[in-house]
């Protein structure tokens, strides 16, 4: 039978450091990790998020819709971005409409598919991109920025390592 977590102090003294921070050393460190893993990732999205709001008037689906399309200059269709940002086709449709108004965005008839467009950023919607791109990946780096190189690389190799080592099915 699984026992439950004891929750203990945290690491700097505090009982809100969260459960990855509490857990007892005599519990399951491979919960443990995954745990500190989800508490690092969200508390880096969340602070992306603010900055993305706070300095650009955007939010991150939007960043990321632009991302896809950057990373896409042939254009993509709606069901293929939708597939890349694992988002419905009906968020797709509503972020089209608000990024096309805008400028940043234009549709166009698929060459293939008469039912289908293509997605492509406008030369307006690539520069603001590139812009904001530019100071994102310079929050990332801040943020991280408590890592030295060898830490920063150990890390991103471990991960890497357990990405293609995890089994993907359940058994």
Do not use: C
């Not at 009982?15 to 990790?33: Q, V």
């Not at 896409?72 to 449709?93: C, D, Q």
């Amino acid at each position: 039978m699984n026992k439950p977590l004891r929750l203990v102090q945290g690491l700097d003294g505090q009982r809100d450091a969260g459960h990855e921070a509490r857990a007892a050393e005599n519990d399951h460190a491979s919960l443990k990790l995954w745990l500190r893993l989800l508490a690092t990732a969200t508390q880096i999205e969340t602070e992306i998020r603010r900055r993305l709001r706070t300095q650009f008037d955007t939010t991150l689906p939007r960043f990321d819709y632009l991302a896809q399309l950057h990373r896409h200059p042939e254009g993509l269709r709606m069901n293929e971005l939708s597939r890349h940002l694992m988002v419905t086709g009906g968020s797709i449709t509503g972020l089209t409409d608000q990024l096309e108004q805008e400028g940043y965005v234009q549709r166009e008839q698929s060459p293939e598919d008469r039912r289908a467009f293509l997605l492509r950023l406008t030369p307006a919607g690539r520069a603001a991109f590139e812009g904001m791109a530019a100071v994102h990946e310079g929050w990332v780096i801040e943020l991280l920025g408590g890592l030295n190189t060898t830490e920063r690389s150990t890390l991103h190799g471990l991960l890497g390592r357990l990405r293609v080592t995890m089994p993907t099915e359940t058994p």
